[in-house]
């Protein structure tokens, strides 16, 4: 999926977001937190297909990382970057940096 590509090309990647993935992956289990129903009984973990939109599994320090980047604390270091007003991706040669 190109738009799960260019996620990782601009964000997960060079944010350094090491415990990030939109698919699954089994070292999650030792740290994933898993949800509960009302009755406070431990649900199995829900593991859906790589999505843009929805299936970001990620912990709270890579998180925190993504949303300083968007806040503009941080800018990412990739190839081009995506501007934070519009979403567009913006090629350094630009300077855009």
């Given at each position: 999926m190109k738009t799960l590509r260019a996620i990782r090309f601009l964000f997960i990647g060079p944010l350094g977001m090491s415990h990030?993935?939109?698919v699954w992956q089994e070292s999650f289990e030792s740290t994933a937190a898993a949800g509960h129903d009302r009755h406070g009984r431990s649900r199995p973990q829900y593991?859906?297909?790589a999505n843009a939109a929805a299936s970001l599994y990620t912990t709270?320090?890579?998180y925190a990382r993504f949303?300083?980047?968007r806040a503009?604390?941080?800018k990412?270091?990739?190839q081009?970057?995506?501007d934070g007003r519009s979403g567009h991706s913006k090629r350094r040669s630009e300077g855009n940096r």
């Open positions: 990030s993935s939109y593991k859906q297909d709270a320090s890579d949303v300083a980047a503009g604390k941080r990412p270091e990739a081009g970057r995506v």
